[in-house]
């Protein structure tokens, strides 16, 4: 098979992130877009990304991108596209998508044009007119920006953020895709120790766990180009194989996560051994008030309550003024806290020495960082 084109969407501001994540793992021609990341590779890449990606949402294999001014348009391009080579006459192959600022503004009309393009190459190339769609899902996705067309295969399923150890979860839960990159945005480290005041179910401290002992955040769940007849299984065994090899199990990394809500920590713990760091993140009920410094170094990682969980922005603020007192300057700690308050800096006390804009699913959020002595 040819080169393949892949695109792999992430949230806002974290593309730079992710594409010196795909470096690292030896992909090609990886390039930073607004929302997303573009790459090329193999069978074996489509599989790599899936279950080692800390910050992608999803995989998906660009199949084309044209412009498409009218309903025909749209379907001679989709009709170009050689869906028999990804695609079986039994496999399924539904279609969803978006459309902004486009000429082709109906989503649902959109939909069904690229259907009918679809089975009507199909069709061609099968010579029937029926398609059971009983097998492998192929869930073909489009997007159409200012007349642009991406026409897409999802090859993940569910999205990459659902690593499969939170089934549970406290109210306003961080994704565990923002968490994975604020750990490493705090240069988390097999030797580092974290530390998180407002530990909720424990996504920021089993995301930096896991970064730690380079633990592939997908080995736990399974992905729909595993179900397709054309990725072989000894691909997926193969990466699956290389994953547990890089593991690295004699890290020094420890995490301490405090709440003061009982339910919290234990979901934390919960969470935590299904995700195999159990024997890492060690919680207790502690509030912020408490926080002292009990190590010789540790990075300090954290989503604390505001506003809309706490459902008073006052008390937000007074939790932040009383983090400024709590997290002050000293040798061996950094500080690394989101929120969308615009006077975080000011309610605690002092610029950040560095800041980040990114998004927690769609609220508008900073990344402040301390580290400076």
Request: charge should be positive; glycine fraction near 6%.
């Amino acid at each position: 098979m040819d080169k393949i084109q892949f695109s792999a969407p992430c949230l806002f501001g974290i593309e730079g992130i992710c594409a010196d994540e795909l470096k690292r793992m030896e992909i090609k021609n990886v390039r930073a877009e607004n929302g997303r990341v573009l790459f090329e590779g193999d069978l074996s890449t489509l599989a790599r990304v899936n279950l080692c990606s800390r910050y992608a949402e999803r995989v998906q294999i660009l199949l084309a991108e044209f412009k498409a001014y009218s309903f025909e348009d749209l379907f001679q391009g989709v009709k170009k596209i050689e869906w028999e080579k990804w695609l079986t006459k039994d496999e399924a192959f539904p279609v969803k998508g978006h459309s902004v600022s486009s000429k082709l503004a109906s989503v649902p009309d959109c939909q069904k044009i690229i259907k009918k393009a679809a089975v009507s190459r199909l069709s061609s190339k099968y010579h029937t007119d029926w398609f059971d769609e009983t097998g492998g899902r192929h869930q073909i996705q489009f997007l159409i920006i200012k007349d642009k067309v991406s026409i897409m295969l999802d090859t993940s399923g569910e999205g990459l953020h659902k690593r499969g150890y939170r089934r549970e979860a406290t109210e306003a839960p961080i994704k565990e895709t923002l968490a994975a990159a604020m750990a490493d945005l705090s240069h988390v480290r097999p030797f580092s120790t974290v530390i998180d005041p407002f530990c909720g179910s424990g996504t920021i401290l089993i995301e930096s766990a896991m970064k730690a002992l380079n633990i592939a955040p997908g080995l736990r769940r399974s992905f729909a180009a595993e179900k397709w007849e054309v990725v072989p299984e000894r691909i997926w065994s193969q990466e699956r194989e290389r994953c547990f090899d890089l593991i690295d199990r004699d890290a020094e990394f420890q995490a301490y996560g405090y709440d003061i809500d009982n339910n919290a920590l234990e979901l934390t713990k919960a969470n935590a051994l299904k995700a195999g760091v159990e024997k890492r993140i060690h919680v207790e009920k502690r509030s912020i008030a408490d926080f002292s410094a009990e190590f010789e170094r540790a990075a300090v990682i954290s989503n604390p309550p505001y506003g809309e969980r706490l459902l008073d922005i006052e008390q937000a603020r007074e939790l932040y003024r009383m983090m400024g007192k709590k997290f002050y300057k000293r040798n061996g700690y950094s500080y690394t806290v989101i929120s969308p308050d615009d006077n975080f800096e000011r309610n605690f006390g002092r610029p950040a020495d560095k800041r980040r804009k990114l998004y927690n699913g769609m609220i508008k959020c900073q990344v402040y960082m301390y580290f400076k002595r």
